[in-house]
């Protein structure tokens, strides 16, 4: 759909050869015809292969990568993605000085800047926000999914729901809402199945057994309803497929040229058919909640003791004293939220799990944090929130554990669960670096690719050294434009809080219980999907610790 890019947008440490390649083309190949008639089709295809090859290397020595007539950048991508993606941007980026325009083919929406310098994360995020929104074109490819929720939303209607939310996410309810569905998903629920599996002797999927650890949780804290993922047997739960289904389809869209989805759309075949079907089953879910929770409000006078987002937006009134929200926007609120969480912090502690895996020396000073935070609860009388004889962390406790905050986010920092990002320009900009973007452009930040730049976070920057983010045993946080796992400026990720205490609280009762091993030989690599997935889960075994120690 996009394809504003024309010359003025191309930054100026770029040499737009393209066209003067093409235009040398064609008139090489009329010259060649019109004064040597008798050359053979073959040679005159030896001579093209030959300019092509010449060109491609030019280019290559020139820009890092070749722009073919007609293709673009094209075949440089797809051998990519055939390889590692998130590497291959970061070769590129790092081979460009941390900013490069992405050519596709011609009349396509593949036509974008990538970048992954920190100057122009500040511009774009925060101090020219106002010129780079979500845009049209992200708002038009996820809005069946997503409606007019947050997440594709700008201006006032983003504006709103932001407010809003904010007010809720920093509640003292919804803190208690957090930290008791938390107790109740790792003790009833986590716990047992991984004891179940240790038990039987049997290796277990952990990226599974998260995802549907934050999934079951996010619908908790968002809709106030348990779906139940995460039991014993890990069972298939309808609700949670459909939704799976709906983001992946949804995900297909970028990669498709907006008219061909648009056609599937409208003849209902393809990833389309399975969007629409999956759909059905997200609003059949949401809509009977929804229902449901109107009743049970109108049945209590509206008073309502629970303090999920649901709840709460539908207890919201305007000036008139209707109600705020119609139901479809209450859909949409909730569905955001549920995309926001459901898999970012779980595919964040698989990559964690992981890395600790690889890096025995720093699970021993986590063990060694909790284990001290352990040794002064002994010191105290039982709290009413530890439950018999189960070692429950309590909020304060989960603050304290410092180091390990410090090997989540440098974990996150090699690993953002987001990550590359998207924004549009609405108006002619410049970045800092001196790109010059014109409305419309697509912008492409890549938060993989600035985990792993020497000039960002110095020669080591591809070893996981949690002792980085440490300031006399202290966590210290970094610019969120510099560590952008959780994005920064106006729109810094809502749920930041809640995720560090949900992977905290989670690491660390799992890490009291079980030593974690990767199964030997057990791939691990990137996913490409909007979430940094790994691509064939995380196959562990367990075994259980001795807790005398404790
Ligand atoms: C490790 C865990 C998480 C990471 C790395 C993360 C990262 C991010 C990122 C990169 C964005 C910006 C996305 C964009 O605008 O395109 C974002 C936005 C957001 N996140 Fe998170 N997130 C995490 C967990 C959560 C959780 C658990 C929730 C809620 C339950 C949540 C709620 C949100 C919301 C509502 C936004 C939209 C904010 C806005 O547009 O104003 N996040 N997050």
């Not at 992954?116 to 049209?136: I, M, Q, V, Y």
């Not at 779980?346 to 020396?361: E, Q, R, T």
Request: hydrophobic share 45%; net charge neutral.
């Amino acid at each position: 759909m996009m394809s504003a890019m024309d010359d003025t947008a191309v930054p100026h440490n770029v040499i737009n050869t393209t066209d003067a390649a093409a235009a040398t083309l064609g008139a090489g190949g009329a010259g060649l015809a019109s004064l040597f008639p008798e050359v053979q089709t073959v040679e005159l295809l030896v001579a093209v292969s030959i300019f092509v090859a010449i060109h491609s290397l030019r280019q290559r020595r020139s820009q890092g990568l070749p722009t073919w007539p007609f293709v673009g950048m094209l075949p440089s991508l797809l051998l990519g993605l055939r390889r590692d993606m998130y590497e291959w941007i970061t070769g590129v980026l790092k081979a460009r000085g941390g900013t490069f325009t992405f050519r596709g083919p011609w009349f396509t929406n593949l036509q974008c800047v990538v970048t992954a310098d920190p100057r122009n994360l500040e511009h774009l995020l925060k101090t020219r926000f106002g010129s780079f929104p979500k845009g049209p074109y992200f708002r038009d490819t996820v809005r069946d999914l997503l409606g007019d929720g947050i997440f594709g939303a700008d201006d006032e209607v983003w504006r709103r729901q932001r407010k809003a939310a904010s007010l809720e996410f920093h509640s003292a309810e919804f803190r208690a809402l957090t930290a008791s569905s938390l107790v109740e998903l790792v003790h009833r629920r986590l716990l047992p199945v991984l004891a179940e599996a240790d038990a039987e002797a049997r290796a277990v999927d952990l990226q599974d057994v998260l995802l549907r650890l934050t999934f079951d949780n996010v619908c908790m804290i968002a809709f106030g309803v348990d779906p139940g993922c995460l039991r014993p047997g890990l069972p298939d739960i309808p609700f949670a497929r459909a939704f799976e289904d709906a983001t992946e389809a949804t995900t297909v869209r970028f990669v498709t040229p907006t008219a061909v989805w648009r056609a599937m759309r409208a003849l209902g075949v393809g990833h389309e058919r399975v969007l629409r079907r999956s759909l059905a089953a997200v609003d059949e879910f949401a809509y009977d909640v929804i229902r449901r929770r109107k009743e049970e409000l109108e049945l209590d006078g509206g008073r309502g003791g629970r303090s999920d987002l649901l709840t709460v937006f539908t207890k919201m009134r305007d000036e008139d004293g209707r109600p705020a929200y119609s139901d479809k926007f209450l859909r949409d609120i909730c569905v955001n939220f549920i995309l926001a969480g459901r898999d970012t912090s779980s595919v964040a502690l698989a990559w964690f799990f992981w890395l600790l895996g690889k890096n025995p020396a720093v699970e021993a000073k986590i063990l060694e944090e909790i284990e001290g935070i352990v040794a002064a609860r002994k010191e105290r009388r039982p709290t009413a929130g530890e439950v018999e004889e189960e070692l429950v962390f309590q909020p304060d406790e989960v603050k304290r554990m410092e180091y390990l905050h410090a090997a989540l986010s440098e974990a996150l920092r090699l690993y953002p669960s987001v990550p590359v990002d998207h924004k549009e320009v609405v108006e002619d900009e410049v970045f800092p670096d001196g790109t010059v973007l014109k409305k419309g452009t697509k912008v492409i930040y890549a938060m993989y690719t600035m985990g792993r730049m020497e000039s960002i976070w110095g020669d080591d920057c591809r070893e996981y050294k949690p002792e980085r983010w440490l300031r006399d045993g202290r966590f210290m946080s970094e610019s969120a434009y510099k560590f952008t796992a959780f994005n920064g400026g106006p729109r810094l990720c809502l749920g930041k809080d809640f995720a560090y205490y949900q992977m905290k609280f989670a690491a660390a009762s799992i890490l009291i219980h079980y030593r974690i091993d990767v199964v030997e030989g057990h791939p691990v690599v990137p996913k490409m999907a909007l979430t940094m997935y790994m691509k064939h889960g995380l196959k562990v075994t367990l075994s259980k610790r001795d807790k005398s120690k404790l």
